[in-house]
């Protein structure tokens, strides 16, 4: 190989790729309220309406000013779903999530009133909606986005419904990224990045949903024209030269976004929106897309947020020219709803491609995995309706209200949510107790009274930790189990229902001791006291252990008769009834002593004879 093409090959390698193949292939792009899948103008996949818990579909009142289906289309959640519904994105797999929303009233339901909501991802608030929406943004709506991590499998993603309002929605997306992106290490797992505004500066907004710009996490960038203090005087500048270090990991930063920025020999500043008492992260993206720019310290900018000097950039020493570099900034404890953040020349100009502001919300505690499971569960076997919006995390946020008719509390170590009573009294139930009810180790107090409830009692429905147990006007059948009987029970009342067999003596001295048990209007019961006595060898609607017992020795007292029985007749046919032939020399000895035998006899009968007749005898044996 030649020196010059040795060469040329290592230049080759060394020059950063502008772009590289995205490792993450789960998306979803649901249109909310369709009923068909379809591909919009810009070549994107949208899914019919799916993974919804319950609601109602609607199209807003003026579609014609819309440019795309998933912008027009609606699902929203009346009072009948419950005050709780949720989308449920199943088998993803674990890691972090990028999560968009488009939401329009548009009057759609002709009662001019937008909707107050609240709406959460895993269980935590992140987006709240409060009417009067802004007559712009009811009219025309707005996309809304997080990064969030999922853990279990699958995506909440909740509404909540204050008063009488339905929650809405025109479309979810969900787009798998790195893990790492937004620098997750120094932020932790255990936080949501809310978008408080992602502007490009010095272009027009682009990205998903507005342009063809590629951006592999599904990002749409604002123009920073709206955010930037009027006081600054710009330029805005732009360049098609490909910038390198773009479309990388973790972030995967487009290049589109640092081929373009303002520029000013004055202070740029930006007026960003917030909250107050949260953390925010703040990303500032550069390139040095001037080619005047040749040396280290020819531009020199300080950054400046809430009046608080927090850096100072030069952008060529950082990465050379047409490269992209990025900076971050966490300002901790905002005490006002205004963030300020000034660009400040110390040399040369103010050159500045983007900003990006993301609220640092804490996850909220979700309830524990196993006692969900139980929940679901149960929401199963008892046929909960869906007024009772029994969707989603049953606890958490722990900004709503639980699940109807349930109570939660925080474990021991704060680190979870869990369920410390249930209490569905007269709703119309109609279903069983589900035997993973068990998993509710922290259950207090259980109220399934005056339902239509049947089947057997589960075995685990005693924990040591229930305390109130009403189970009154139901159908339940079968025995007591002798689980609830390691439980604190105070209150057993399991009158009027059909369950049979024997009272455990520890659930009846609940009553002994100052509790409260109801037995009555069950025919079947019996053993204690108010109720009849229990047959001798019956229990609990079966055979009791002593008739078990009495039922085994009795089955072995016959087995053993009927053993002696066939034993005997054995041994007495072995001695009268046998027939069986004779070896043949046997028999001819046989035959030899029955001939002189017989011989014998007569000559006895004929010295007999002779001797009546007064002859003399001959003797027997003559020598």
């Known amino acids: 190989m030649s020196m010059s093409l040795f060469s040329l090959l290592l230049l080759l390698l060394s020059i950063p790729l502008s772009s590289s193949s995205y490792p993450y292939d789960i998306n979803y792009h649901i249109d909310c309220g369709s009923a068909t899948s379809a591909v919009d103008s810009l070549n994107t996949s949208w899914l019919s309406d799916r993974f919804y818990t319950g609601g109602a579909t609607s199209v807003v009142s003026e579609p014609l000013r819309f440019h795309f289906p998933h912008e027009k289309n609606l699902r929203f959640f009346p009072l009948s779903s419950g005050k709780k519904n949720c989308y449920i994105i199943p088998n993803l797999p674990s890691g972090r999530y990028y999560v968009r929303t488009f939401t329009v009233y548009d009057n759609y339901d002709g009662k001019s009133h937008s909707p107050s909501f609240d709406a959460s991802v895993e269980g935590t608030l992140v987006f709240s909606w409060r009417s009067p929406w802004p007559e712009n943004l009811a009219r025309d709506g707005a996309y809304s986005d997080l990064y969030a991590f999922v853990d279990d499998g699958e995506l909440d993603f909740c509404f909540y419904s204050f008063a009488t309002d339905p929650p809405l929605i025109a479309s979810l997306e969900i787009q798998q990224i790195d893990p790492s992106s937004y620098d997750a290490a120094y932020i932790g797992h255990d936080y949501i990045l809310v978008n408080y505004g992602r502007f490009s500066c010095g272009s027009n907004q682009w990205g998903p949903g507005f342009s063809n710009d590629t951006d592999y996490f599904g990002r749409s960038w604002q123009s920073d024209q709206e955010s930037r203090s009027p006081n600054s005087i710009i330029r805005s500048v732009a360049t098609r030269q490909t910038i390198t270090n773009t479309n990388q990991q973790p972030n995967y930063f487009p290049m589109k976004l640092y081929q373009t920025a303002v520029m000013s020999s004055g202070v740029v500043e930006y007026e960003l929106e917030v909250d107050a008492k949260l953390d925010y992260l703040i990303w500032f993206h550069f390139a040095e897309i001037d080619s005047s720019i040749t040396k280290v310290g020819q531009r020199v900018i300080d950054v400046v947020v809430n009046q608080k000097n927090v850096s100072r950039v030069d952008i060529y020493k950082e990465v050379g020219s047409f490269a992209a570099y990025s900076w971050q900034y966490v300002a901790k404890n905002l005490s006002s709803a205004g963030l300020s953040v000034k660009l400040v020349p110390v040399v040369g100009a103010v050159l500045i491609s983007g900003i990006e502001n993301y609220a640092i919300v804490p996850s909220d505690l979700s309830t524990l995995p196993e006692q969900v499971i139980a929940m679901r569960a149960l929401k199963e076997s008892l046929r909960v309706p869906d007024r009772m919006g029994w969707n989603g995390d049953p606890c ?95 209150l057993a009342l399991l009158n009027n229902n059909l369950l049979e067999g024997r009272v455990p003596e520890e659930l009846y001295s609940v009553g002994v001791h100052g509790g409260t048990i109801d037995l009555f209007g069950n025919k079947g019961l019996c053993g204690v006291p108010s109720l009849p006595s229990c047959p001798l060898f019956w229990d609990n609607g079966g055979l009791s252990t002593g008739g078990k017992i009495a039922i085994g020795i009795s089955c072995l007292v016959i087995l053993c008769a009927l053993l002696l029985v066939i034993y005997m007749c054995c041994i007495r046919r072995g001695r009268n009834d046998y027939d069986f032939g004779l070896p043949h020399d046997l028999m001819s000895l046989a035959a030899k002593r029955n001939k002189y035998q017989r011989q014998k006899s007569l000559m006895l009968l004929e010295m007999e004879s002779q001797h009546a007749k007064g002859l003399p005898s001959l003797p027997l044996n003559p020598h």
């Open 396 to 490: 958490a946020p722990t900004n709503w209200d639980a699940w109807e008719g349930i109570a939660c509390r925080p474990n021991k170590d704060k680190t979870a949510l869990v369920i410390s009573q249930i209490d569905l009294g007269t709703q119309g139930l109609k279903g069983y107790i589900s035997d993973k009810i068990s998993l509710l180790s922290d259950l207090v107090n259980l109220n399934l009274s005056s339902n239509a409830l049947g089947g057997n009692l589960p075995a685990g429905l005693g924990q040591k930790s229930l305390v109130r147990l009403d189970l009154s006007n139901n159908q339940f059948s079968g025995s007591i189990p002798d689980s609830l009987t390691s439980s604190k029970l105070q």
